[in-house]
């Protein structure tokens, strides 16, 4: 089994920053992709990046693309999304995803195991 700890979460504002971390254990952490997506309020979960198991690739929802950095630290286990220039369309409760078959994936079908989510909230 696999555990994902996100952390990081919390109130900003705009235009402000935050790192969001994610713990995983249970399973070789350095062979599988590791995904961030977010749902806020009222809305499906969608897409926010991906990682490669070595880290070499990373891809980016347009919506964010230019403010938010995907990384990951295969000694510690644990996958970053650092998140700038904040907006309040960036609300949302994030979520840190593993995918065991293949090397790339944006839909929620794609990914195997899920964190629990940690919320953020931008204000205006």
């Known amino acids: 089994q696999v555990q994902l700890v996100e952390s990081g979460g919390g109130l900003v504002q705009a235009g402000g920053s935050l790192r969001l971390s994610c713990a995983a254990s249970?399973?070789?952490?350095?062979?599988?992709?590791m995904g961030w997506f977010r749902q806020a309020p009222g809305k499906v979960r969608e897409f926010v990046a991906i990682i490669s198991w070595s880290g070499s690739s990373t891809y980016y929802a347009d919506s964010v693309k230019g403010r938010f950095t995907i990384s990951r630290d295969n000694g510690k286990n644990t996958v970053y999304l650092q998140m700038n220039s904040l907006k309040p369309e960036d609300t949302a409760v994030y979520y840190c995803?593993?995918?065991?078959?293949?090397?790339?994936?944006?839909?929620?079908?794609?990914?195997?195991?899920w964190g629990q989510g940690t919320q953020v909230t931008v204000s205006s």
């Open positions: 995803a593993m995918r065991l078959g293949g090397l790339w994936g944006m839909r929620e079908s794609d990914y195997d195991y």
């Open positions: 249970g399973r070789a952490f350095s062979s599988y992709a």
